[in-house]
T-cell receptor, first 115, second 117 residues
Framework: EPEVTQTPSHQVTQMGQEVILRCVPI?????FYWYRQILGQKVEFLVS????????KSEIFDDQFSVERPDGSNFTLKIRSTKLEDSAMYFC?????????????FGPGTRLTVL | AQKITQTQPGMFVQEKEAVTLDCTYD???????LFWYKQPSSGEMIFLIY??????QNATEGRYSLNFQKARKSANLVISASQLGDSAMYFC??????????????FGRGTSLIVHP
C-alpha cells in the first residue's frame, strides 16, 4: 500500500541554523500539508499546498517557514533560522482530490530538536 | 471557528473489554467530517475512522465504531475487544467544507488509552 514518507526521522540542530524537512507524498495525491506537534500537545496545522502554491497557512507559519515542491515527488518544509520553540514533531500529510472522507494520509514524522 | 474537545486525558481498559473515547465538537458549518487518528508511542499518525455529517449510519471499521450523535455534537470512538496494541494516544479531528478541494482539520488534545492485560 502506498504511503507518505519523511526524512530524516530525527534532526538535531543548533538554534539559528536552517533545516529542511523532506516528504514524499503518495504519488497520485494533489493536496499536501505540514503539521507540527509539540511534545505532549495536539497536532497543529501549519500550511496546505496545492497546484504548486500555498492554499492556506496558519499564524504559526510565519516568514521563518517556507514550503516547496522542487520536483514531481518531494515536498519540503524549510525553517530558516530555528528557535528553541521549533522543537517538535513535524508531520507531512497528503490526500487525493477525492476519496473516502478525504482522509489525510500522514507520514511517520520528523522529530526536530533545536539545541 | 471549529473546536474539538476531548475531555478524557487518560483512559484505562482491561484487555478484551470495550472502551469509549469521548469527543465533542462545535462548528457552524452544515457540512463537515469527523476523524479519529491513533498515535502509538512511535509517533506516527494512523487514520482509524471517518464520519461525514450527512452520513445517516454510524461509521464502523473492524473493531472501531463511531457513535455519532449530531444533535449532541458528539463523535465518540468505541473500540471493541481491546488489545494490548491499542495502547496509544487517540485524536479526534474535524474538517469543515472543502475549499477548492483543500481542507484543514482541527485536532483535539487527545486521549491516552492504556490497555491492561
Amino acid at each position: 500500500e502506498p504511503e507518505v514518507t519523511q526524512t530524516p526521522s530525527h534532526q538535531v540542530t543548533q538554534m539559528g541554523q536552517e533545516v529542511i524537512l523532506r516528504c514524499v507524498p503518495i504519488s497520485n495525491h494533489l493536496y499536501f500539508y505540514w503539521y507540527r506537534q509539540i511534545l505532549g500537545q495536539k497536532v497543529e496545522f501549519l500550511v496546505s499546498f496545492y497546484n504548486n502554491e500555498i492554499s492556506e497557512k496558519s499564524e504559526i507559519f510565519d516568514d521563518q517557514f517556507s514550503v516547496e515542491r522542487p520536483d514531481g515527488s518531494n515536498f519540503t518544509l524549510k525553517i530558516r533560522s530555528t528557535k528553541l520553540e521549533d522543537s517538535a514533531m513535524y508531520f507531512c500529510a497528503s490526500h487525493p482530490s477525492r476519496g473516502r472522507g478525504n482522509e489525510q494520509f500522514f507520514g511517520p514524522g520528523t522529530r526536530l530538536t533545536v539545541l | 471557528a471549529q473546536k474539538i474537545t476531548q475531555t478524557q486525558p487518560g483512559m484505562f481498559v482491561q484487555e478484551k473489554e470495550a472502551v469509549t473515547l469521548d469527543c465533542t465538537y462545535d462548528t457552524s458549518d452544515q457540512s463537515y467530517g469527523l476523524f479519529w487518528y491513533k498515535q502509538p508511542s512511535s509517533g506516527e499518525m494512523i487514520f482509524l475512522i471517518y464520519q461525514g455529517s450527512y452520513d445517516e449510519q454510524n461509521a464502523t471499521e473492524g473493531r472501531y465504531s463511531l457513535n455519532f450523535q449530531k444533535a449532541r455534537k458528539s463523535a465518540n470512538l468505541v473500540i471493541s475487544a481491546s488489545q494490548l496494541g491499542d495502547s496509544a494516544m487517540y485524536f479526534c479531528a474535524m474538517r469543515g467544507p472543502a475549499s477548492g478541494g483543500s481542507y484543514i482539520p482541527t485536532f483535539g488534545r487527545g486521549t491516552s488509552l492504556i490497555v491492561h492485560p
